[in-house]
């Protein structure tokens, strides 16, 4: 089971000290195999220390470095031994970054030996007109489905800060991206203590954003997916 947290731009280097000494403490006395968490913080809270977790970037550029104003490459995750990173998130996708994009990204990533939380996702009015397989098969044709340090993120739009998809449209997209990969998948959207224990049966994880926030709430979170 993993259990991804995505602060998005949420939390100082401060906060997510603090957050990540108690979630560490958490995780060290559970000791659970069977359970990886994941964590996203912001860039400039990233950590230089050793976890019961995994630090995440929420996103790179595809180079190591160079002259590209406002990016983050991968000497900059080297530094902080961060080896996994969020692509295709629907807020990075909002901005601009289309397939073909986050296709050279996911190839750098890939050749670069990083693990890839890659998210993808239809908006409702795909949803509306039952267009969904054909969109996400579209989203995915672009990337390696074999890649072993690949997870899949499907995080429907229109759930997202709102409420969760209904179960059977979970299930279904599950069907159909298991028949597509066997790496592993993760839900997204909207992902609650109310909701978790039975989301986290359809998949092999979850990936949370603001219900993350609050470190007891993200325990509380992991917890139930017991």
Known sequence: ?????NFKCNHTR???AQYAQKLNAFLRFENNKNIKVYVAPSFSAFLDSEFAFKQCAQNIYPDFKGAFTGEIGLNHLQEFGIKSVILGHCERRTLGENDE?????FD???ANDLEIIYCIGEDFATYEKNKSIEFLSEQIK???LTYSKLILAYEPIYSIGKSAAKIEDIQKIMAFLKSKTKQPILYGG???MDNIKQISTLCDGVLIGSASLDVDNFIHLINKTK
């Not at 089971?1 to 947290?5: L, N, P, S």
């Not at 994009?101 to 990204?105: I, N």
């Open 108 to 110: 750098f990533c890939k």
């Open 14 to 16: 401060k906060s997510y």
């Open 142 to 144: 672009y990337i390696d």
């Open 1 to 5: 089971m993993i259990i991804a947290a």
């Open 190 to 192: 909207s992902v609650n």
């Open 101 to 105: 994009f986050l296709a050279k990204k």
